[in-house]
């Protein structure tokens, strides 16, 4: 792979994986060798591309008859197919069925991650299914994030309220230190050091996963904080639940409170902290008189100093955590936001680099040339994000919206309606796409 002979290093790859398809370190490899080749490997011509869709397909159809009876064998067909285009939608979800059946939990989630944050499949269904294989691998935190941002899309959705407080009781079973033995396929039962210590730590996960009322776990995880108030685990439980009950006050001292107990950095719990107190001001705000003459400045004023937190602690904490990409992506929105487009368009050069921002940096930095009129390296931007673009979901839409516009600041016209053509043909309603095209075909009647 390091000297560049892809196709043998994914030969050799593809024959110890037929012999041990749960080794994780070589399914690894091999993937990064399948997309290292298609990346610097050009184009396959249109009779390759024709030629190599009729093979996909095979493999694929092959796969989905071995699926159940021998899914393993249904793997290494599978990886024929991402041998020479890795970025095959369909390939990835029957690789992660796959690898699921076969109880490979790790290897599902390489392109269950690969699907969510590289190829565009963020529906609900998508987004359930990395949640729940990412409890399945032991990682309920990441599936926690994943459903709380569901949940805060869809208040009224119980299912998914109640699929968070059971991955909430997960997180706290975790936090007790009791975790699953690092082959894949192993329980969490049968990494415990009894059956005994199993039945306790499931019944304290109760308290947060069965209580009818925020009120009654919160009750429970009070005492609990009390009976053990260096516990890390039943902490951030309080505090994850004052959040949800819009206890702010008190939830800014549980989080304060986990951050000096907690040895180390830990970005999403200093994210925490920042969001109770964005929330506090926006309680601040809900509670101004609207009859007071002086509305507009006291709203304008706590407004601003809400800016100048979000943007001071983002700051600081992309400091403490250089290498979190994640929290460098936000931190340019933040940018962008303010108006700092020169430090948004240096963190924005870093974050596309990280393969699960790239297409959202790419789209942010094109607006950011877009805004100083450098409309080439907009255009530019916009163009390599698109490259991985397969499916024409919200994403592609926006990005080709935005081609579109930039084009037509840039007097080429034609351009400009080939891109939203190309929205107008599945999409008729986004934005104003249709009166950009029925304005064209108006003016060349």
């Avoid at 199993?198 to 009750?219: F, G, H, N, P, Y």
């Avoid at 979901?393 to 516009?405: A, M, P, Q």
């Avoid at 034609?414 to 950009?436: Q, S, T």
């Amino acid at each position: 792979m390091d000297r560049k002979n892809y196709d043998y290093a994914m030969m050799l790859f593809c024959q110890l994986l037929d012999q041990e398809p749960g080794c994780l370190d070589c399914r690894e490899a091999l993937r990064i060798t399948q997309f290292r080749k298609a990346e610097e490997g050009g184009q396959r011509s249109f009779f390759k591309k024709a030629f190599g869709m009729t093979g996909d397909l095979a493999h694929l159809s092959k796969a989905r008859m071995l699926l159940k009876s021998n899914p393993a064998e249904a793997m290494s067909a599978i990886e024929q197919v991402l041998n020479k285009d890795p970025q095959n939608v369909s390939a990835h979800h029957l690789m992660a069925d796959a690898a699921l059946a076969a109880g490979f939990i790790r290897t599902a989630l390489i392109s269950l991650e690969l699907l969510f944050n590289k190829l565009g499949q963020r529906d609900m269904a998508m987004a359930r299914k990395l949640a729940d294989t990412f409890v399945k691998a032991g990682q309920p935190g990441k599936a926690e994030g994943i459903y709380s941002q569901l949940v805060d899309e869809n208040p009224d959705n119980l299912e998914l309220a109640q699929a968070l407080k059971d991955v909430s009781a997960s997180r706290t079973m975790k936090e007790g230190g009791y975790e699953s033995a690092a082959a894949e396929g192993s329980s969490f039962r049968a990494a415990l050091k009894s059956e005994e210590e199993s039945r306790r730590l499931e019944q304290e996960a109760r308290l947060v996963q069965t209580s009818d009322s925020s009120e009654e776990i919160i009750k429970n995880l009070e005492a609990k904080v009390e009976e053990e108030p260096n516990s890390l685990r039943w902490w951030r439980a309080l505090a994850d639940q004052y959040m949800r009950v819009k206890e702010y006050e008190k939830a800014l001292h549980a989080y304060e409170t986990l951050k000096a107990l907690f040895s180390g950095t830990d970005p999403q719990l200093s994210m925490n902290i920042l969001r109770v107190k964005l929330r506090m001001i926006d309680s601040e705000l809900a509670t101004l008189d609207p009859e007071d003459p002086d509305l507009a400045e006291k709203t304008a004023a706590l407004k601003k100093q809400q800016a100048e937190l979000e943007l001071a602690e983002m700051e600081s904490l992309s400091e403490a955590n250089p290498t979190d990409m994640i929290v460098l992506f936000d931190l340019a929105a933040l940018y962008f936001k303010e108006g700092k487009l020169g430090k948004a368009i240096q963190a924005l050069q870093k974050t596309q680099n990280y393969p699960g921002k790239k297409t959202a940096s790419l789209l942010l930095l094109g607006q950011c040339f877009a805004q100083r009129k450098m409309y080439d390296l907009a255009v530019r931007a916009y163009s390599n994000a698109l490259q991985d673009k397969r499916s024409m979901d919200e994403e592609k839409k926006e990005l080709l919206y935005l081609l579109g516009l930039t084009y037509e600041m840039m007097g080429k016209k034609e351009d400009a309606i080939e891109h939203f053509k190309l929205i107008y043909e599945v999409d008729i309603g986004y934005r104003d796409v249709a009166e950009h095209v029925d304005a064209y075909y108006n003016e060349n009647e």
